[in-house]
């Protein structure tokens, strides 16, 4: 009886601690296995990414996307080696283009400055009969426009304008001679009314015809008369407070003097 009894109890005993055991591996495997799954789904290498769970491969894929895998990495070290490398060096294009601009800049040393002979259409036939016509009727204008009435007193500033558009037009028929006497006219209208400026490039344009002209007229007197108009042209710049333009005026009928 006794003996059953030891047996008994012994086997009473022995149970809990049996559970107790079972109860503490498998909570220790458990806890294993989620340390194991924490770690594998942190610092899982890539080359698993093609086995294990789906959870393993899903934070694969998300590293992957967010930092790029360890070949994407070399090949942008590598491309940006390459980039660094070429940018250092001087490429043909940009070599020839730095020698082109030092051909071109030892070539403009000691460049002077030569001015393009200008080009004037001239009308024929009908149209030129037509803008002479156009230019007598605005010289007729300003004459009445510079006249004194009962009513009415001489007005420069419309005379002027009137005199410079006949000067144009007598210059688009190529009449030199009657184009350099309008100008001077519109000029002298101008001083009158207080339009410095444009009697001053007026008074220019009249030297310049004076220069260009093909009348066969005494040379003293050519030179004499771009004389003239460039000192009258500077005279005008000087009232507009212009003492630059002035002096270059004046540069220019000392110039006349030795006109061919």
Known sequence: VTSKKKHRTLSILSTPVEVFVVTHQTHKMSYKNNADANRDALFSPSSRSKSGPKHKRDNKANR?????????G???????RKSSSSSGRPTPSSTSTAKKMLSTAANTRGYTHKAKPKVTSTLSGTAKMEKLKEAESFRDKA???MQRG???RPDPVMAGNYYKRAADAYG????N?????????SADCQMGSGGYSAAAAEYMKAGALVKETNEEINLDRKRKEGWKFY?????????ANEPGKAANCRVLSAVAWTWE
Do not use: M, P, Q, Y
């Open 177 to 185: 001679r009657l184009e350099r006497l309008h100008r001077v006219a």
């Open 150 to 152: 009962v009513f009415t």
């Open 64 to 72: 992957d996307a967010l930092f790029g895998g360890l070949e994407k």
């Open 74 to 80: 070399n090949e942008t070290k590598k491309t940006s």
């Open 143 to 145: 004459t009445k426009a």
């Open 172 to 175: 688009l028929c190529g009449e």
């Open 231 to 239: 000192s009258d042209a500077a005279s005008a710049w000087e009232k």
